[in-house]
């Protein structure tokens, strides 16, 4: 499948559309999953277009894991998680909904436990103030 570049990550990289952000620099950008699958839960994406770890940049992704190390420390940090899974999908067989590289960083607060990918959209509110916690620890 070719890259689309209307995706929608494409766009908040371009600023055509919102993002709830923690985190950006010249290479990579961190914002909460709209879907959360636990409190905290947050992407890392780099900037360039690339579908999947397979089709992007080995730079590219050395700058996307660097930004998600950081911004999982934070994660953790900010919410006390006792564990932080980080997860990344590439191919829609493999649970890909948004063909642009990232990286989930979820923190998990009891073995086993979180929401559903991708399903219930959590309060806009909600998701500014978890975003508030994780800026506040990334600075500190
Ligand atoms: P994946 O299924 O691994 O491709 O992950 C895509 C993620 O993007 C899912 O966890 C969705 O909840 C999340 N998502 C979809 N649309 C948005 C959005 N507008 N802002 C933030 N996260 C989103």
């Known amino acids: 499948m070719a890259y689309d570049p209307n995706n929608i990550f494409a766009r908040m990289?371009?600023?055509e559309i919102p993002c709830v952000k923690v985190f950006e620099d010249a290479e990579t950008?961190?914002?909460?999953?709209i879907m959360?699958?636990?409190?905290?839960?947050t992407l890392v994406i780099p900037k360039v277009a690339?579908?999947?770890?397979?089709?992007?940049?080995?730079?590219?992704?050395?700058?996307?894991?660097r930004t998600t190390q950081r911004v999982a420390r934070a994660v953790q940090r900010a919410?006390?998680?006792p564990?932080?899974?980080?997860t990344q999908f590439n191919g829609q067989t493999a649970g890909q909904t948004v063909f642009h590289l990232h990286f989930h960083v979820i923190p998990v607060y009891t073995a086993g436990a979180w929401r559903p990918?991708?399903?219930?959209?959590?309060?806009?509110?909600v998701l500014e103030a978890h975003a508030a916690r994780i800026r506040a620890a990334l600075g500190g």
Request: aromatic letters at 6%; charged letters at 20%; zero cysteines.
């Open 36 to 41: 959360p699958q636990s409190d905290g839960h």
């Open 117 to 125: 990918h991708a399903r219930d959209k959590a309060d806009p509110l």
């Open 79 to 81: 919410f006390s998680a």
């Open 13 to 15: 990289v371009r600023g």
């Open 50 to 65: 690339g579908e999947n770890l397979f089709e992007t940049a080995p730079e590219s992704v050395a700058a996307a894991i």
């Open 83 to 86: 564990g932080v899974v980080v």
């Open 29 to 33: 950008l961190a914002f909460m999953d």
